[in-house]
């Protein structure tokens, strides 16, 4: 009896905490049904409409099938077993009824869902001619996205990478492009997938009406390191996006101290400057992320890891063992020249 | 129905084949950890040596056993922008990459010692710019641009000239030497 209760207890608390689990996912930072903008809330509506449609089809038809049982029960305790082989006309012609108007339901339930998901596809691309505010360049590349902030002004052009920042109720565009395989850009909380295919150039709009942090992710199989292809979109008031803006454009800071100067020189003299740019210096190869403001992300290799200076060490000395497959070979420097690597990496803010 | 002796025997010539299969895999064999660089690598710059020519020990490039090492060292051809002197190996501002000639030797040993040191006349030197097992992944493709890897081994679609078949190439048609003057050929 006592054990009986401790385990009925421990069920409940293991339903509880799944339950948390699951309801975390309505509210999260990567979750479809929490939207964040128009676009996000055109399909979190479709979303519902078909989940409280299918919840309700799904109560029916339970329900029908339960009456069926209990008929059929009720049936075999009268008869003697025997099958009715010639049904009366009366319950024949009900049955036939039934069965055509659960049809003529489905049917219409079905057309139902085919215009709403019509008019929200609609509602997703329809205004994408006249919207201009921000627009942002992105390219996928296997296993970070490369981030463009485009602009008239050749000179306010700059290029970050993985984490993108947005003005709330603007609405933003996005140019969308990949370098190797085809990736797929979604950020739930703020609209739908769009896949960027190497070669061709699809363009999507999003806005946020909320400040806040949304995840994104690479929704399209890419390779090795698919899943740890993530992005962060900040969506800011304007002001303080202006202000994030002014900091992107400048070139890199000066190195301050000695070390400094030293982690900048071992930047260049080794293999970092083949594949990274720092603006302002020499370096300027843009096969992996732009480094100008590294200091000023809040995590490296595609949202894979916070940016920590440890981490950075790790990535830097071996990244093979955080994310095998990627495109950052080993690093063998000397200690007193990673620390000064460390620090000037650092100082980028 | 078979019986149990003959049965058994199959079971077992199964068996032995099974792992048979396997042997293709190593092939695409992707090993992203390179073993540890070797601290003192000999880099022979030049095969004039005084005295007697002593034999070459040939060094083999780890690299050239792999499909996924040499489509790696394709990719960073034109990362590293190799293709900006050499093209696609047909060579413009450096020399060309895809003939039999090879001013500083054929060996993996010599394509590694001319990316790692440099070479007069423009070639610079990737001394610790490229990290050693991306160094013998370029060796590799560079010599396979020229035929000189196993055809499972090498990348099969070039979207540039190849100085070998496709893998869709039909058989060649040569033009067959009839031993007569051009100018009676004609008809």
Not at chain 1, 76 to 98: G, Q, V
Request: net charge neutral.
């Amino acid at each position: 009896m006592d054990r009986d209760r401790t385990t009925r207890a421990l069920q409940l608390r293991g339903f509880l905490v799944l339950a948390t689990i699951m309801l975390n996912g309505c509210g999260g930072l990567q979750s479809a049904i929490n939207p964040a903008g128009p676009q996000a809330n055109h399909i979190s509506k479709l979303w519902w409409l078909m989940f409280y449609v299918s919840a309700a089809v799904f109560v029916l038809v339970m329900i029908f099938l339960f009456l069926a049982i209990a008929a059929g029960r009720r049936h075999a305790a009268l008869a003697d077993n025997a099958p009715e082989l010639m049904p009366s006309s009366e319950s024949e012609r009900k049955k036939h009824n039934l069965v055509v108007s659960a049809t003529v339901l489905t049917t219409v339930i079905l057309f139902i869902f085919l215009l709403e998901s019509f008019l929200v596809g609609r509602g997703l691309t329809a205004e994408l001619a006249h919207k201009q505010g921000v627009v942002i360049e992105v390219t996928g590349h296997q296993w970070w996205w490369e981030v463009r902030y485009l602009n008239v002004d050749a000179g306010s052009i700059f290029t970050t990478a993985n984490e993108i920042h947005i003005p709330v109720g603007v609405p933003v565009t996005f140019s969308l492009k990949a370098s190797d395989v085809v990736h797929s850009f979604w950020v739930p909380n703020l609209t739908g997938k769009k896949d960027l295919i190497p070669g061709k150039l699809s363009t999507i709009w999003l806005q946020a009406d909320r400040a806040g942090l949304y995840r994104g992710q690479c929704a399209e199989y890419c390779g090795y390191q698919h899943a740890h292809m993530a992005l962060w979109v900040f969506a800011e008031p304007p002001e303080q996006f202006n202000s994030w803006l002014q900091t992107q454009i400048q070139s890199a800071v000066q190195p301050a101290n000695d070390l400094q100067k030293h982690g900048q020189q071992v930047f260049l003299s080794s293999a970092c400057v083949m594949c990274h740019a720092i603006n302002g210096t020499p370096a300027g190869s843009n096969i992996g992320p732009n480094l100008t403001h590294l200091g000023s992300r809040n995590t490296i290799a595609a949202a894979t890891m916070e940016n920590t200076r440890d981490h950075l060490r790790q990535w830097v000395t071996d990244s093979q063992q955080i994310k095998p497959g990627n495109r950052m070979p080993p690093n063998n420097l000397s200690p007193d020249d990673l620390r000064a690597l460390l620090d000037y990496l650092q100082s980028l803010k | 129905m078979l019986d149990l002796k003959l049965r058994l025997y199959l079971i077992l010539v199964l068996l032995v084949c099974a792992p048979l299969p396997l042997a293709s895999c190593k092939r695409e064999q992707r090993q992203f950890e390179p073993p540890p660089p070797n601290p003192n690598p000999v880099i022979t710059m030049s095969q004039l040596r005084p005295g007697a020519q002593a034999p070459e020990a040939l060094i083999k490039n780890p690299a050239e056993d792999s499909a996924y090492a040499v489509s790696e060292g394709k990719r960073l051809y034109t990362s590293y922008n190799c293709s900006g002197c050499h093209f696609n190996g047909g060579g413009g501002i450096g020399p060309a990459l895809m003939d039999e000639k090879w001013i500083y030797g054929s060996e993996p040993a010599n394509v590694y010692a001319t990316i790692v040191e440099g070479r007069p006349n423009g070639m610079p030197s990737f001394r610790h710019k490229i990290s050693d097992n991306q160094v013998w992944e370029i060796a590799a493709y560079v010599r396979s641009l020229s035929g000189q890897l196993p055809k499972d081994v090498s990348p099969g679609r070039n979207d540039d000239m190849n100085v070998h078949k496709s893998e869709q190439a039909s058989e060649e048609k040569k033009p067959q030497a009839s031993g007569l003057p051009k100018s009676a050929e004609q008809p």
